[in-house]
């Protein structure tokens, strides 16, 4: 397996989530390992069990800090562990933009409710008094704002009639320890995941002008013109032999441009079967370090090589200035 992902966890109560994360780390096919857990509580009995299970911790109070200054401490912290994901287990403590920013994408967080319902506190009891037939609970990323970056995924728990908040509460959290750990896994390995992949080329190719998608030889295949009358300027190839290999095929100025790609990274291109003749490139997606800007890049390049007249003048006058 491809190295772990390492993740450091913030906590500021029992930990019972950071336990679960822990336990999922222990099993052989876990993607990722908890490098880090810190605190803003010295007390916080969940940094007793991370050491008691060999896990470097680090307690900071923020008390008599301004949030910035104790978001700076602890981010520090993180750094210095390695850490590449910041998981949020019960700390109870609102980040600052510039702490939120510097982990845009890579910092999670699990709310007892089923976002985008009841975001911040008392959401058992609230759920009760609306006389919801469900709670449960979501994992999301964290954007600035509270409880309110995108869903990764969520479990749904029954409210039974004599559900207080309290037993409501302890059922939630059975099921917020097996959906953290796992939608965690989930998301570390994401960028090997051929449906993500496919979600990223798709974005890029459907954002340029007049394209549309026409699947070709059960390939996703992107369109550039009309419906009828459109040209090819991208697949998705996806190759189940031994190995799964996954590629972009998108087309080059001609033959020196496909072989000079080849000669500069040859680990990252290689000339596809059949369209390597006129000119197209296969750039892997599969390496775990895809360059997104240039796979962007490459797809305009290709879609300005068969783009109808009408499309590609204005670009061509606006080049020569
Ligand atoms: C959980 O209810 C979680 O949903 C919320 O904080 C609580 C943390 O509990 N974000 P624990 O410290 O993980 O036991």
Known sequence: MADKAK???????????????VYAAKLPDCPFEIVLVASNDLKAPGLKLAEAESIATF??????LTREAHDIIMHDAIVRSGAEYV?????MRILSDGFVRKWADHMLNIHPSLLPKYKGLDTYQRAIDAGDDVAGCSVHLVTPELDDGPILAQTEVAILPDDDADSLASRILIAEHQLYPSTLAKYVTREADPDWILGQV???????????????????GWRVGSKTTGK?????????????????????TG????????????????I????????????????????????????????????PKRLTKMIAIADQF
């Open 59 to 64: 307690a900071h109070s923020h008390k008599g």
């Open 87 to 91: 998981v949020l287990a019960g700390y």
């Open 272 to 307: 596809p079967k059949f369209y390597g003749k006129s000119g197209w490139i296969a750039i892997r997606l599969d390496t775990g370090r895809t360059d997104w800007d240039h796979i962007s890049d490459r797809l305009y390049a290709s879609w300005r090589q068969v783009a």
């Open 202 to 220: 798709r974005q890029r190719a459907l954002a340029l002008a007049e394209t549309h998608e026409r699947p070709s030889f059960g390939a996703p």
């Open 232 to 252: 090819y300027f991208a697949y998705l190839a996806q190759s189940h032999h031994g190995e799964a290999s996954i590629a972009l095929l998108v087309k080059t």
């Open 255 to 270: 033959l020196d441009e496909q072989a000079a790609l080849i000669d500069a990274d040859p680990d990252l291109y290689y």
């Open 7 to 21: 993740i450091a966890i913030l906590l500021s109560g029992r930990g019972s989530n950071m336990a679960a994360m």
